[in-house]
């Protein structure tokens, strides 16, 4: 190879380095499997060969990385479910939802077995319900008014099984791919779990949002960085997820992979990724129809008026349901 070609394949090299776009990706908390589709693309270069040079930023119990898209600190988001993106289009924040990551919002009350709480509805006949503060003023008020759930029962809950464990009779909130664990960790027994989804919750959950400015005038860096996310959430899924783990491990060094590999099997026996619509238009899809359903609910249990959400800056339709992974996998044996 003369000097003349080499200087001009590292001229090419350098060119296509500089022409990944750099995207800060931050997440609502510490590295789990909740997350593992973000960090499996970045794990087997998906990102990369969307031209995506990207940086996971965690969030944490002393992080809140909320404020900084809006403030333009990080190009995208990863939140919870949509209550928060009814606050931000009440409030005139100017971000929007690009993506559902997940088909069920992993809420879910846990209960221990053979004391009658097999059953949904009885759940609301428990002495005790142990509800975070947050929980009690958002779906807890959706409880009380859909399903008859009692403001007596409640009592503080403090992100401590300890109370949970020594009272049968309790019942507590958990997200459905973690505190089952831990309590069959701690409390060595397989605790009765009732996600909020299968009985009429139906937000979605780890959505993507994004900046209205980043929307209008980068939609294809939109649609490339939800692509690959979609991919990697099929490739987490479905596929080899070792060097992924290895990278929730490294961010998060609390974490095993065993209880990567335990919230994974969970994720995929409960549907919370893929089922309903991403069964048919891929992961990630959503629904202007879902999110206005879910909107009525919240107005009904209280928590809105009438009126004071504009639904069409809450989510945008153009980036999803077009199908992306499902041939990957079919290829990868996906059920």
Same mark, same amino acid.
């Given at each position: 190879?003369?000097?003349?070609?080499?200087?001009?394949?590292?001229?090419?090299?350098?060119?296509?380095?500089?022409?990944?776009?750099?995207?800060?990706?931050?997440?609502?908390?510490?590295?789990?499997?909740?997350?593992?589709?973000?960090?499996?693309?970045?794990?087997?270069?998906?990102?990369?060969?969307?031209?995506?040079?990207?940086?996971?930023?965690?969030?944490?119990?002393?992080?809140?990385?909320?404020?900084?898209?809006?403030?333009g600190r990080i190009t995208f988001l990863m939140t919870g479910n949509l209550l928060h993106n009814f606050d931000n289009a009440k409030n005139g924040v100017p971000t929007i939802v690009v993506a559902a990551m997940f088909q069920k919002d992993p809420q879910a009350l846990i209960a221990h077995p053979g004391q009658g709480y097999e059953n949904f509805e009885a759940l609301k006949t428990a002495p005790v319900a142990l509800i975070a503060k947050d929980g009690q003023f958002s779906w807890w008020q959706w409880l009380k008014v859909t399903h008859g759930f009692r403001d007596e029962a409640l009592k503080p809950y403090n992100y401590n099984l300890g109370p949970f464990l020594a009272n049968p009779?309790?019942?507590?909130?958990?997200?459905?791919?973690?505190?089952?664990?831990?309590?069959?960790?701690?409390?060595?027994?397989?605790?009765?779990?009732h996600l909020l989804a299968d009985h009429g919750f139906s937000t979605y959950s780890t959505v993507i949002e994004a900046r209205v400015d980043t929307v209008k005038n980068q939609p294809d860096l939109v649609q490339r960085f939800v692509d690959a996310s979609i991919l990697g959430w099929v490739n987490y899924l479905y596929g080899d997820r070792r060097a992924a783990n290895a990278l929730m491990i490294k961010d998060n060094p609390e974490m095993t992979v065993?209880?990567?590999?335990?919230?994974?099997?969970?994720?995929? *026996?409960? !549907?919370? %990724? #893929?089922s309903g619509e991403s069964l048919a238009n891929?992961?990630?899809?959503?629904?202007? /129809?879902?999110?206005?359903?879910?909107?009525?609910?919240?107005?009904?249990?209280?928590?809105? *008026?009438? !009126?004071? %959400? #504009?639904?069409?800056?809450?989510?945008?339709?153009?980036?999803?349901?077009?199908?992306? /992974?499902?041939?990957?996998?079919?290829?990868?044996?996906?059920?």
């Open positions: 190879m003369n000097a003349r070609l080499a200087a001009a394949l590292l001229a090419a090299l350098a060119a296509g380095a500089q022409a990944q776009d750099k995207v800060i990706f931050a997440t609502n908390w510490k590295a789990q499997a909740a997350h593992g589709g973000f960090y499996q693309a970045v794990a087997d270069g998906t990102y990369k060969r969307h031209g995506l040079d990207v940086t996971i930023q965690p969030g944490g119990p002393q992080v809140n990385n909320r404020p900084l898209l809006p403030a009779k309790a019942i507590q909130q958990g997200y459905s791919v973690a505190e089952p664990i831990y309590v069959e960790n701690q409390g060595k027994f397989k605790p009765v779990v065993a209880e990567l590999e335990a919230s994974t099997l969970l994720m995929k *026996q409960q !549907g919370i %990724v #893929d891929g992961i990630g899809a959503m629904s202007e /129809g879902r999110v206005k359903d879910f909107h009525a609910q919240m107005v009904k249990a209280g928590l809105y *008026q009438p !009126g004071d %959400v #504009d639904l069409s800056k809450v989510a945008t339709f153009q980036f999803v349901n077009k199908k992306v /992974g499902l041939d990957v996998k079919a290829k990868l044996g996906g059920k």
